[in-house]
């Protein structure tokens, strides 16, 4: 113990001495353990916390797959559910749940709040309690069964003050009383940031086969493999296909396990990507580190070997030199975890309200991020240290005594260690960089990307519904036609669409398409979107027609049966024949008869800009049986100086309609590919750092060259050298480190190109363009921080030189 406190304070004398040569160290190890600080926080809550479920994991997701039709995951309908329940004997417990729009009215202020109808068992199969009062009883959970609600603990906070008195008492939900049954625990959000539950059953009474809206998580009964409820639920599925050909066939059924919910094969990719970028970071960070710490450790070579002539053993000066790099690595590490913070509420910061995960999945530096920077922390001080810790002494103790400290550092094997340290920076910074001009070109081509339509003069809303007054189609027709005639009348308004959809903002809906007189077998029908759109939804997008007409005023607020379709479904279906006059259904919509398609309109995105346009069919309004509609907006002012007319319009039509999801379009279209920036920004701070401490390796190792090539600097200039030979002499040797580091990193960047290739957009792993920039910014920079010490070499005196010597 008194050796190590010896140590100690002798590695803190010694590194008070340099406090250049500390600080730089210690910001290069900080800024190593900062980017992975950040890093592991992601993973750490993507793939690492535990889920705070009872018994994780026995639970299991089933989801409906339509392979021909490219529908990998897809919800249970109500009736499926209910023979999943009565057939299975895989699982002991089988519920769900339903994302729902609920309507929560409070005094004279209604608020639209994201909640779930979820069975009565559902809180139970997690193992979750209430705060205050008590879960869903069976018998509510059934059709006609008297309405009740669970409120969050947040919704019960904000709109009910905290009164424990509201348990008991009926609140207005979607225009009816509900009786709050009890109130969740704080911070509870499930499946995600809901606020407020409903039974499930009492809701899809009623609903069709072919309504797959449900998400169903089971729990395996004990004693049963994972590979044997899949099969049950493979035959479960293929029994339903048999007997219900008209909304089953075709349709499969597999399990999902609980992290496949949370990340999957795109979002491992990306984890996986990030994490091995921030060790990149790290790995240069050390490979600096070493490289100061061997030039220091040969400048006290001579310090050593009298240490070692005195008695000192050649453990105990390792031991020494290891303890300054641990303390170095400790320093940099506390500093790293300041990093790290900044770095994770940036992160935060960068990601869309809505696109935030669950509050039990929040990043945070928690238990495994502390392991994971101790660990790191102590491996980097190791790393670092050992090599200099052997140089120091493995020397022979007479040679370095005869030689009196002169040319200490000229070992061939000392240098070559330096070069290949700084090849291994450089070629891990290549790699790194090359990756980080993947994703911003990714992001560039979506920042500027088409939209498909001029997103500038555009606000974005929806409305809610709600009640029993809505219930029929022709009301609901009624209140949308009376919106768009009171926000159309707004000054500066130009035009108002309505329409289930808001491109880039959600709403779209998909089915089954069939085209009269060309038959296909049930279940490999392809695939097609569609909406609901009022009169003048493509004017508000500033969109005009292609070819046909339009819907008439009329016809867009009835069922009539006519539709418009776009440019990719004239291209998919009708390459070369006429699409004018042709009729289609949609099959899962049992109202909707066969459709005249009477115009076709240029395609546009409905989704994020990085997801393919798909073929669409747009419908009269009439045909939107949801209660949420989207209204878009074009306006000749800035479109969020509108949104509070357009609110009083909305109150002005019906008090109780909740406005929610307020956004201007080019908000909504920045946010589509929200990931591609949160990858381009991080990516970026990785590439700059590497890009710092490759050129921090490079001037360091020639500068320690320079200083110790003094005499023979001073013999060639003696002997007639001139200045611009001795200065491309120190550059030549800082730009063969540099090539040879992107020779090797070319080769790594195409390794590293193949594994992001899946989630990068619309560039190539291979692209040249990134690879040729890349590899000329490296060598710039390391022909800059060759510069430095050349310069300085070119003022030696040579006979100040040779005179020390």
Same mark, same amino acid.
């Given at each position: 113990m008194d050796d190590l406190k010896q140590d100690l304070r002798f590695a803190v004398r010694m590194l008070a001495k340099n406090p250049w040569l500390t600080a730089v160290a210690v910001l290069c190890i900080a800024l190593g353990i900062g980017t992975n600080v950040t890093a592991f926080s992601v993973v750490s809550a993507l793939m690492l916390r535990p889920f705070p479920y009872a018994d994780p994991e026995t639970l299991t997701y089933v989801d409906m797959v339509n392979l021909p039709n490219d529908i990998d995951s897809s919800g249970l309908s109500y009736p499926d559910l209910q023979d999943l329940r009565a057939e299975s004997r895989s699982f002991s417990q089988v519920e769900a749940y339903g994302i729902r729009s609920l309507v929560v009215q409070v005094g004279d202020e209604p608020e639209r709040v994201s909640g779930a109808a979820i069975s009565a068992g559902m809180f139970p199969l997690i193992g979750e309690k209430p705060a205050l009062g008590r879960l869903f009883r069976p018998d509510e959970d059934a059709p006609g069964a008297p309405p009740v609600v669970l409120l969050s603990h947040a919704l019960w906070t904000r709109r009910f003050n905290g009164d424990p008195r509201v348990v008991g008492t009926d609140v207005m939900i979607n225009a009816k009383a509900h009786t709050v049954v009890g109130v969740m625990k704080p911070q509870f959000g499930f499946p995600e940031r809901q606020e407020a539950w409903v039974p499930l059953a009492p809701l899809a009474a009623g609903e069709l086969r072919d309504d797959r809206g449900y998400e169903v998580?089971?729990?395996?009964?004990?004693?049963?493999?994972?590979?044997?409820?899949?099969?049950?639920?493979?035959?479960?599925?293929?029994?339903?296909?048999?007997?219900?050909?008209?909304?089953? *066939?075709?349709?499969? @059924? $597999?399990? +999902?396990?609980?992290?496949?919910?949370?990340?999957?094969?795109? &979002? #491992?990719?990306?984890? %996986?990507?990030?994490?091995?970028?921030?060790?990149?970071?790290?790995?240069?960070?050390?490979?600096?580190?070493?490289?100061?710490?061997? *030039?220091?450790?040969? @400048? $006290?070579? +001579?310090?050593?070997?009298?240490?070692?002539?005195?008695?000192? &053993? #050649?453990?105990?000066? %390792?031991?020494?030199?290891?303890?300054?790099?641990?303390?170095?690595?400790?320093?940099?590490?506390?500093?790293?975890?300041?990093?790290?913070?900044?770095?994770?509420?940036?992160?935060?910061?960068?990601?869309?309200?809505?696109?935030?995960?669950?509050?039990?999945?929040?990043?945070?530096?928690?238990?495994?991020?502390?392991?994971?920077?101790v660990a790191a922390t102590v491996l980097t001080g190791i790393l670092f240290g050992l090599a200099p810790a052997f140089q120091a002494v493995q020397k022979d103790l007479q040679g370095t005594l005869k030689e009196g400290g002169r040319g200490a550092g000229g070992s061939v094997r000392r240098n070559r260690l330096r070069n290949g340290l700084v090849i291994a920076e450089i070629a891990l910074a290549l790699t790194l960089l090359m990756v980080t001009a993947l994703f911003l070109r990714s992001f560039f081509k979506l920042q500027t990307g088409d939209a498909g339509f001029d997103t500038a003069p555009l606000l974005t809303l929806r409305v809610y519904l709600p009640g029993a007054r809505y219930e029929e189609e022709p009301p609901k027709t009624r209140r949308v036609e009376d919106l768009l005639r009171r926000i159309e009348a707004l000054p500066g308004i130009e035009a108002v669409g309505a329409s289930n959809l808001i491109p880039m903002g959600g709403g779209n809906n998909g089915g089954n398409l069939l085209l009269q007189g060309r038959p296909v077998a049930r279940g490999e029908e392809p695939r097609v979107s569609w909406a609901g759109v009022s009169p003048h939804f493509f004017k508000a997008l500033g969109l005009g027609l292609v070819r046909g007409r339009g819907l008439t005023e009329r016809e867009a607020l009835e069922r009539a049966p006519v539709a418009l379709v776009n440019q990719a479904f004239v291209k998919r279906f009708f390459p070369e024949g006429e699409v004018l006059g042709q009729r289609f259904r949609i099959s899962e919509e049992k109202a909707?008869?066969?459709?005249?398609?009477?115009?076709?309109?240029?395609?546009?995105h409905h989704g994020d800009l990085s997801?393919?346009?798909?073929?669409?069919?747009?419908?009269?309004?009439?045909?939107?049986?949801?209660?949420?509609?989207?209204?878009?907006?074009?306006?000749?002012?800035?479109?969020?100086?509108?949104?509070?007319?357009?609110r009083e319009a909305v109150r002005a039509s019906d008090p109780e309609l909740p406005v929610y999801l307020v956004s201007t379009m080019e908000q909504l279209r920045q946010d589509s590919f929200w990931e591609y920036r949160l990858m381009g920004g991080m990516f970026s701070v990785f590439g700059g750092i590497a890009l710092f401490l490759a050129a921090i390796g490079v001037y360091g190792v020639l500068s320690y060259s320079v200083s110790q090539r003094v005499r023979e600097i001073g013999v060639r200039m003696a002997l007639g050298s001139q200045r611009e030979d001795v200065l491309w002499l120190v550059v030549r040797q800082g730009l063969t480190l540099a090539l040879t580091g992107i020779g090797i990193g070319l080769v790594l960047a195409l390794g590293a190109g193949q594994v992001v290739a899946s989630v990068i957009y619309e560039v190539s792993p291979r692209d040249p363009v990134s690879f040729l920039s890349i590899a000329l910014l490296l060598t710039a920079v390391a022909a800059f921080a060759s510069f430095l010490p050349a310069n300085r070499a070119t003022e030696v005196d040579p006979l100040e030189a040779l005179r020390n010597e």
């Open positions: 998580m089971a729990r395996i009964a004990p004693g049963v493999s994972t590979e044997a409820a899949e099969q049950e639920v493979a035959a479960f599925a293929k029994r339903l296909a048999a007997q219900f050909p008209d909304s089953n *066939a075709g349709w499969g @059924a $597999r399990l +999902r396990t609980l992290s496949e919910d949370v990340l999957g094969d795109e &979002g #491992r990719i990306m984890v %996986a990507t990030i994490q091995g970028a921030v060790i990149f970071v790290l790995l240069i960070a050390c490979a600096n580190v070493a490289n100061l710490f061997l *030039a220091r450790a040969t @400048a $006290r070579q +001579r310090e050593m070997a009298v240490r070692l002539a005195f008695g000192a &053993g #050649r453990w105990r000066l %390792a031991r020494q030199l290891l303890t300054e790099s641990l303390l170095v690595a400790f320093a940099g590490g506390a500093l790293g975890m300041v990093f790290g913070h900044w770095g994770i509420r940036w992160m935060e910061s960068a990601i869309p309200q809505e696109n935030m995960p669950p509050p039990w999945m929040r990043f945070e530096i928690d238990g495994p991020v502390v392991v994971y920077t909707m008869g066969w459709m005249t398609i009477v115009g076709v309109v240029p395609d546009f997801s393919r346009i798909r073929p669409a069919a747009y419908l009269p309004l009439a045909y939107l049986s949801g209660r949420s509609t989207g209204l878009t907006i074009r306006t000749r002012l800035d479109p969020a100086a509108v949104t509070s007319q357009v």
